[in-house]
């Protein structure tokens, strides 16, 4: 917890408490512990990626925090209040692409995020082409998810997530489906769009040069039990250019990411294989 | 479309032409099949008499309830059963399982209990139709996207919004399929329900007339249960297509 100027407490956008997360009762065999007793605070406006191989639970944790899976141990605040279910009024999700409702069009899948939390009717329209204007997207809401390329899909997936007006985005590898050069734009975009809006954002990703580029800080897991192993700060200012993946500071963090990574990876694989 | 229209039309054509032929050369005795002509003949003077409307429509009206009642039991089931995942794992294999089994063996026990009246054709058929709807009703739901449930969830949509835009439209299509193959199990168990034992309906002329050695008409009988196949599969077919396209 960090002290203001003026010396007042500054509660962070969200913060992890000693969360376990076990599966099975102890003692049985085949008990697994896929998180262990993590704890760490994401401040308002930071960027942080939870980093780590498949596995290693890191969606588990998003998904602690964004409500929809309850911890074995520990407790998950965000501002000043315990999470217990999903709070929409204060985390949108952002999954991949294929979430968009496809029986909807762009613009009902918007007007699903409003309906339930009390958006007057009147706002759902201008909210909605608000958030698809950010995106370049306006002229689709008439569309039918499958009639968008996979790029087109995602930008408004991500879209939906702002539309949602809310100070934190939880992001679950949304990149994923996308090739290499998509997700090169997109994550440009989404760091233009992320410092005007002043969101505090926990991304989760396997790839390090998305991590890097996009993140403030990187919290780099184990493979199961996953654990933070280690935190990499990116002091780089936002939005950041694509120039940013081709300077040596880059370059430097992207092994930093991966020598951590390595190991884990190395470990998570002869478990599999196992 | 056209010209499959007109190979169907031309293939009908040929198979009535066949069916003439055997029966003109008398390759085939007229005691076991008719010529069509004589069928036709046999038909438009059935469709003249209060005994063929009235046959026809116990048979349409034990479809239509037991049918009613296979979709009722076949949804609701399937949909209760995917509430937990122990219950799908428990009891889906007990509703395929029971599928499996031919339900026409018990037969005999629908007119113990029920009667020989249309209530005993109207359980077997209801009996019958709701395994297919129950099952796939079963799959539609268990196979939805648990994702899109977690995206709805984080948006704050309770458990009523969740059925009514995420599992219902994601399980439709594999229900609409069960709705289909179950509607097809009513109708034929229903027919061949009457035709085993029943004092009423169309299944049951078909074999009385078998009986009395009356082959032009129960030609004439079994021409309407194809011509109200037909048309009952293009319906259907139609009311699927319809439902699938939005």
Not at chain 2, 81 to 91: H, K
Not at chain 2, 167 to 196: D, K, M, N, Y
Request: with cysteine; glycine share 8%; charged share 15%.
């Amino acid at each position: 917890m960090r002290i203001s100027k003026s010396g007042h407490l500054i509660v962070p956008a969200i913060a992890v408490r000693n969360v376990t997360q076990t599966y099975g009762a102890p003692g049985d065999l085949r008990r697994v512990v896929a998180l262990e007793n993590i704890s760490f605070a994401v401040e308002r406006g930071e960027f942080v990626t939870l980093l780590g191989p498949s596995g290693c639970g890191k969606s588990t944790l998003l998904n602690i925090i964004g409500g929809l899976v309850e911890p074995s141990q520990g407790a998950v605040l965000v501002g000043d209040s315990p999470v217990t279910k999903p709070m929409p009024e204060q985390m949108a999700y952002v999954f991949q692409e294929s979430t968009l409702f496809p029986w909807y069009t762009v613009g009902e899948n918007f007007a699903l995020l409003f309906r339930y939390r009390g958006v007057e009717r009147p706002e759902w329209k201008s909210r909605t082409a608000d958030a698809l204007a950010a995106v370049g997207m306006q002229a689709f809401a008439a569309y039918y998810p499958r009639q968008l390329s996979v790029g087109m899909r995602q930008r408004i997936n991500l879209a939906r997530g702002i539309a949602a007006g809310t100070d934190i985005l939880l992001m679950d590898e949304p990149f994923a489906a996308l090739d290499e050069q998509s997700r090169m734009v997109l994550g440009e975009d989404l760091s233009a769009l992320l410092s005007r809006t002043g969101k505090t954002i926990l991304f989760v990703t396997h790839s390090i040069a998305e991590a890097v580029f996009l993140s403030d800080r990187i919290f780099v897991m184990s493979s199961r039990p996953g654990r933070i192993k280690s935190v990499i700060t990116v002091d780089e200012p936002h939005p950041r250019p694509p120039a940013f993946m081709l300077q040596s500071r880059f370059a430097e963090l992207r092994n930093a990411c991966y020598s951590l990574l390595r190991d884990e990876i190395r470990t998570a694989m002869a478990e599999a294989s196992a | 479309m056209i010209v499959e229209r007109a190979v169907q039309l031309g293939f009908a054509i040929v198979a009535v032409g066949l069916w003439y032929l055997v029966t003109v050369t008398g390759a085939v005795s007229a005691l076991f099949l008719p010529a069509p002509n004589d069928v036709a003949a046999a038909l438009i003077s059935l469709v003249r008499t209060d005994g063929f409307w009235s046959a026809v429509r116990v048979t349409l009206t034990t479809i239509a309830a037991a049918y009613a009642l296979a979709v009722i039991a076949g949804v609701l089931t399937g949909y209760a059963l995917t509430r937990s995942r122990l219950l799908t794992g428990a009891f889906e294999p007990l509703v395929s399982g029971a599928f499996a089994i031919p339900i026409t063996l018990f037969f005999p026990l629908f007119i113990l209990f029920f009667g020989i009246g249309p209530e005993s054709k109207l359980a077997y058929g209801a009996v019958y139709g709701f395994f297919p709807i129950a099952l796939n009703t079963i799959a539609g739901f268990a196979n939805a996207d648990r994702r899109l449930v977690d995206a709805a969830r984080s948006m704050g949509i309770g458990p009523a919004g969740i059925l009514r835009h995420v599992l219902f439209p994601a399980a439709f299509p594999v229900i609409l399929t069960g709705l289909r193959i179950g509607f097809f199990i009513c109708f034929a168990s229903i027919l061949g329900g009457e035709a085993i034992s029943s004092d009423s309906g169309i299944g049951h002329n078909i074999a009385l007339t078998a009986e009395l050695f009356e082959p032009a008409q129960m030609y004439a009988w079994i021409v309407c249960v194809v011509i109200a196949a037909l048309a009952l599969n293009g319906a259907v077919s139609a009311i699927d297509r319809r439902f699938r396209e939005t």
